[in-house]
């Protein structure tokens, strides 16, 4: 909740400054992800599991904040066509869930945990913790690539704040 917030904060801030700001927002964003999700998993003390999943929670809710709802709504014309992006959005964000989340972890640890019966608790969790870690660094990765993309598009147009300022000047 707090961490959406201080997106949107941080998206208006940059924004205003840059016309790619919201996308390095979200960029960002995603990274910091990475690295507290798995400073998380691959914690071994309560504390810094805690800090690292605070952290977590914090920066990876400033995406759809800071740049993706603002620059969705800068690409529609109307109310109608902001519903239909957001309503795509979802749909996209839900299947994929469905789809990719506890699935494919599921079919990536069978086999490890089925064959190692004889394993050490500990060696199980530690093997399951390297392919979560694994599994969700790659789809983060997959969204880091796409706000790459996004930031190499975004170079040429004008959002929001910098149409009314290019307005103005002229």
């Not at 801030?13 to 998380?40: D, E, K, M």
């Not at 529609?76 to 519903?83: F, K, M, V």
């Not at 390297?130 to 959002?159: E, H, P």
Request: charged letters at 10%; glycine letters at 10%.
């Amino acid at each position: 909740m707090v961490g959406g917030g201080l997106g949107g904060v941080l998206g208006d801030y940059f924004g205003g400054h840059n016309p790619q700001g919201r996308v390095a927002v979200g960029f960002t964003s995603v990274l910091l992800a990475i690295v507290f999700f798995n400073g998380y998993i691959f914690s071994t003390n309560y504390y810094f599991a805690l800090i690292n999943s605070n952290l977590f929670q914090l920066t990876s809710s400033w995406c759809a904040a800071a740049a993706l709802r603002p620059l969705c709504a800068d690409l529609a014309r109307n109310p109608s066509e902001r519903a239909q992006i957001v309503a795509f959005w979802i749909l996209l964000e839900k299947t994929s869930s469905a789809v990719f989340g506890a699935p494919l972890v599921g079919y990536l640890t069978r086999n490890m945990l089925d064959k190692g019966n004889d394993a050490e608790p500990a060696v199980k969790a530690q093997a399951l913790s390297f392919n979560l870690s694994i599994l969700a660094t790659f789809f983060w990765g997959v969204c880091a690539f796409f706000w790459i993309v996004m930031g190499r598009t975004v170079k040429g147009i004008t959002w929001g704040n910098h149409k009314q300022k290019k307005d103005s000047v002229v």
